[in-house]
C-alpha cells in the first residue's frame, strides 16, 4: 500500500517568512511523528500525535513551531517567521498503533532552505 | 535523557565482503532498538528491530544483535551489495517515551 507522503518535497523561504509542511500518514496509523534532520545528522524528535491529541511537543525547538492533526489523519508543521538555522529536512513518520515498541515508517521529507 | 553514539561515520567494504556496523546508547533503561537505512534524498527506511529482551535477530542478510551488559547495538550486514551503500542509522527508545533518539549515522560505501 501507500506510505507515508509528504509535501512539498522541496521548500525554499526568505527569512521572516511562514511555512506550512504537510504529512500524509499510512492510512489508518493512530501515531505521528514530526521529525528535524539536520544535514549530516540523525533526526531528531520534534512531537507526537495519537490521532488528533497532541501528546508530546517537547521537541518543537520555538514557539514558532507549530503542529497540528485537527482530524486524526493529515498533519500539518507550520515555521512561523522562518529563520536560517530551520534549514533542514522536516521528516514525518506514523506507526500503526499507540503501542511504543512498535515501528515507526518515516516518510520522504520535505527539505526546507530558508535564504 | 539518552544519547546515542557511533563508534565509526564512514564505512567502505568490497562487494561481497560482511558489513558491521556498530552503535552504542547510554540509558540501560532503553528497550527497544531501530536500524534504519536512509540514502539520499529518501526517508529513514526499517531495516530490523530487536526488543531489549533479545540479543540477537535474524532477518534477510541482516542480523542485529544487542550487548546490554555493555549497552552496544551492532548490524552485520552480509554479502554487502553495492545498493546497500547508505548512512544506516541507529535508533533507541527507552521504554515510556515516545521519542526514538537517532545516532549520528554511518555511512556505508560498497566498492564493486
Known amino acids: 500500500g501507500a506510505g507515508v507522503s509528504q509535501s512539498p518535497r522541496y521548500k525554499v523561504a526568505k527569512r521572516g517568512q511562514d511555512v506550512a509542511l504537510r504529512c500524509d500518514p499510512i492510512s489508518g496509523h493512530v501515531s505521528l511523528f514530526w521529525y528535524q534532520q539536520a544535514l549530516g545528522q540523525g533526526p531528531e524528535f520534534l512531537t507526537y500525535?495519537?490521532?488528533?491529541?497532541?501528546?508530546?511537543k517537547s521537541g518543537l525547538p520555538s514557539d514558532r513551531f507549530f503542529a497540528e492533526r485537527p482530524e486524526g489523519s493529515v498533519s500539518t508543521l507550520k515555521i512561523q517567521r522562518t529563520q536560517q538555522e530551520d534549514s533542514a529536512v522536516y521528516l514525518c513518520a506514523s506507526r500503526p498503533t499507540q503501542r511504543e515498541l512498535e515501528t515507526q515508517y518515516f516518510g520522504p521529507g520535505t527539505r526546507l532552505l530558508v535564504l | 535523557g539518552e544519547s546515542v553514539g557511533l563508534h565509526l561515520p564512514t564505512l567502505s567494504v568490497q562487494e561481497g565482503d560482511n558489513s558491521i556496523i556498530n552503535c552504542a546508547y547510554s540509558n540501560s533503561a532503553s528497550d527497544y532498538f531501530i536500524w534504519y537505512k536512509q540514502e539520499s534524498g529518501k526517508g529513514p527506511q526499517f531495516i530490523i528491530d530487536i526488543r531489549s529482551n533479545m540479543d540477537k535477530r535474524q532477518g534477510q542478510r541482516v542480523t542485529v544483535l544487542l550487548n546490554k551488559t555493555v549497552k552496544h547495538l551492532s548490524l552485520q550486514i552480509a554479502a554487502t551489495q553495492p545498493g546497500d551503500s547508505a548512512v544506516y542509522f541507529c535508533?533507541?527508545?527507552?521504554?515510556?517515551?515516545?521519542?526514538?533518539?537517532f545516532g549520528k549515522g554511518t555511512k556505508l560505501t560498497v566498492n564493486p
Open positions: 535508533a533507541v527508545l527507552q521504554g515510556g517515551s515516545e521519542k526514538l533518539v
Open positions: 500525535f495519537q490521532n488528533e491529541a497532541q501528546l508530546d
